[in-house]
């Protein structure tokens, strides 16, 4: 543990955008950050001092300890092992064994289910004949998803489009699971902050729109106060269980009957709340440093509506900020299929809102 001088000093293990934004966003908390990170530049970098290693290089692990008060995370792929070593000697929220939860679909499916929070449904898949017996079972109307390091829709396969034996070749014979398509009608995620000792506070929920596996379009609030209501039970017995502290998002199918369907969760700030950067009196990025250093987070509050546009692949060059929107880059090399930047649009009417994200979505893709 740090020898407490007057400045905290949070560390965090990646340094993707995530990382940048929690930076960015929580400026007026005089917080010091250091990040951990095996790339090149990543986007917090230009931040924060930025060590640049694998996340279990113990000399690494042991530079948090020493010099930081607090340990988070960007994303929830770090070896568990590594947030293991640290939590002996700093506190890391969220836990390793929450991560480690949310770093495995079949986990997680498995905590919703016994929390009786539904999910589709699904099938263990550790070998071909495994994948044969639940295509039997599920239908070809399904998807082949990893276990672990699934993300933007990576590490997928559509059964109807291929034979089992296909998919399973695709998958690189990997652990993973097979779950049957949910035909739903939206997609909504919750997203809740929890601070160290109070009751989760909650942003409203956000509806999100899929291309290609990845989130296009994020619009908040999705006012439903029925489905806020069961949404926020699901988050606080998930969240009672893992002990949790600072932001967790679980993301939901809305299904043709109503219902919500848990889809996965995420133990970190997540791209369908970047629209609380502007919408909102407290973004997801310092609400959630907040939580784990221990600040009071007296009440958040959205301003009107919001959308939020990924781009995605190519970053468009005949667009900034103006007064109506807000264009982050992250500064990252075009690649395809590669998140690079979003815009944040604000309208007090929904509708004027919709129009404004026709309209700029026209500009970038
Ligand atoms: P990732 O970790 O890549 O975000 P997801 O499980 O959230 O993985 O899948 C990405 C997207 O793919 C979802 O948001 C949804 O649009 C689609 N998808 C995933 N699983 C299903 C399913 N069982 N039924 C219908 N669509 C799905
Ligand atoms: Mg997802």
Redesign the pocket.
């Known amino acids: 543990m740090r020898i407490l001088e007057n400045k905290m000093r949070i560390g965090i293990l990646g340094g993707g955008q995530l990382a940048m934004m929690m930076i960015q966003m929580s400026e007026k908390h005089n917080i010091d950050f250091m990040v951990v990170d095996p790339s090149d530049n990543p986007p917090a970098s230009k931040y924060a001092q930025c060590i640049k290693s694998d996340y279990n290089d113990k000399d690494s692990l042991d530079r948090l300890i020493h010099e930081c008060d607090i340990v988070t995370i960007d994303f929830e792929n770090v070896p568990s092992e590594a947030l293991k070593y640290l939590e002996k000697k700093v506190s890391v929220y969220p836990s390793s064994y929450a991560v480690e939860i949310c770093q495995d679909?079949l986990k997680e499916k498995n905590i919703f289910n016994e929390y009786n929070i539904p999910t589709?449904e699904f099938r263990t898949v550790s070998s071909i004949n495994d994948l044969s017996l639940a295509i039997s079972i599920l239908g070809t109307d399904?998807?082949l998803?990893s276990r672990r390091m699934?993300?933007?829709?990576?590490?997928?396969i559509t059964i109807n489009e291929h034979s089992a034996e296909e998919a399973w070749v695709l998958s690189g014979e990997t652990e993973s699971i097979l779950?049957?398509?949910?035909?739903?009608k939206t997609?909504i995620s919750i997203i809740g902050v929890c601070p160290k000792s109070s009751e989760t506070i909650f942003y409203p929920l956000v509806e999100?729109f899929?291309k290609d596996?990845?989130?296009n379009l994020s619009i908040a609030p999705y006012s439903n106060t029925k489905l806020q209501k069961l949404a926020e039970s699901y988050h606080n017995k998930i969240t009672k269980e893992l002990n949790y502290t600072g932001i967790l998002v679980i993301?939901f199918?809305l299904d043709k009957s109503g219902n919500l369907i848990a889809?996965?969760m995420a133990p970190r700030v997540h791209n369908s709340g970047h629209w609380t950067n502007e919408g909102s009196n407290i973004s997801q990025f310092e609400a959630h440093i907040m939580a784990i250093a221990g600040i009071d987070i007296k009440n958040i509050s959205i301003n009107g509506n919001s959308a939020m546009l990924n781009i995605i692949s190519k970053m468009p060059k005949n667009i900034s900020t103006n007064n109506n929107y807000k264009l982050y880059n992250y500064g990252k090399s075009e690649r395809l299929n590669r998140k690079l930047g979003h815009i944040t649009i604000n309208n007090d009417d929904k509708k004027d809102l919709i129009k404004d994200v026709e309209r700029i979505s026209k500009l970038i893709f």
Do not use: A, M, P, W
């Not at 699934?150 to 997928?156: F, R, S």
């Not at 779950?179 to 739903?184: A, H, I, N």
């Open positions: 679909r589709t399904s998807i998803k699934g993300y933007d829709g990576k590490n997928q779950e049957k398509k949910v035909d739903f997609e999100n899929h596996g990845i989130l993301e199918f889809n996965e």
